[in-house]
């Protein structure tokens, strides 16, 4: 019986690396959910219909979540793990100037859109002892000045998990965690080009180096241990923590 797994942000950076790792392993089916229509299809003519279906939109709406759950059912028969990836990083920028909208907003995407996949996915889960990993972030733990609204998203995002662990204990649905480092992706040339008015100058300036000096992780790297993960399970020593992709007890996974 094939693996079934169902993705968030599959189409660009980390979960389009996600994607094809996942999708290079012998039985293993997808449901990849993005806005890019064209990118999620390249993965069905890569892959074929037979093991890969997509939802095209915004986790922001709830008729994009619904269905991703009851595509993977209803052409997979079951759901075996999911990884929530989808994420922004906008608005960058400092307290006194907070957009409020455009925070709703980025929760809406980082944050709501993950309880609603939890909601949804969570009786399907039950039903195969599944897992449930949330892509977080350094800065769920760590202040970077301008990131505010993110780093909240992603905190909020490590308390659901920790949430799901101990609410399904009985059900055995296991639930992670996992900031994937600082990755080579859209969104740190975002970082470089587009916020460093909202930064402070040395935090800024980190993230530059870090490119310049070529220490930026390629995306396979994190996307290994987040389909490892989904694909073996782990431990109750770990369950519900938020964990970096290279912390020491995830050392198997790499």
Request: glycine share 6%; aromatic share 8%.
């Amino acid at each position: 019986m094939p693996f079934v797994l169902i993705l968030t942000g599959a189409s660009t950076g980390i979960g389009a690396s996600i994607a094809s790792i996942y999708l290079s392993r012998p039985d293993t089916c997808l449901v990849a959910v993005a806005r890019s229509e064209d990118k999620l299809q390249e993965l069905v003519e890569t892959y074929g219909s037979d093991r890969v279906a997509f939802v095209a939109g915004s986790v922001s709406e709830d008729q994009v979540i619904r269905q991703s759950v009851e595509l993977a059912v209803s052409k997979f028969g079951r759901v075996d793990s999911v990884i929530a990836n989808a994420g922004v990083l906008d608005p960058v920028q400092t307290i006194d100037n907070a957009d409020i909208d455009a925070w709703k907003q980025a929760f809406d995407v980082n944050f709501f859109s993950v309880v609603n996949l939890a909601k949804y996915v969570i009786p399907e889960l039950r039903k195969t002892r599944g897992s449930f990993i949330g892509v977080s972030s350094g800065a769920s733990v760590g202040a970077t000045n301008g990131w505010g609204c993110y780093g909240a998203t992603k905190a909020a995002l490590n308390h659901l998990v920790l949430t799901i662990a101990e609410q399904e204990a009985s059900s055995q649905v296991t639930s992670l965690s996992v900031a994937p480092g600082v990755v080579d992706t859209s969104m740190q040339l975002d970082i470089r080009e587009k916020h460093k008015s909202a930064m402070k100058p040395e935090s800024h300036r980190r993230f530059t180096k870090l490119h310049e000096e070529q220490k930026l992780l390629h995306p396979d790297v994190p996307a290994t241990v987040y389909v490892n993960l989904a694909l073996n399970g782990w431990d109750s020593t770990i369950n519900g923590k938020y964990l970096r992709y290279n912390d020491a007890a995830l050392a198997s996974y790499i």
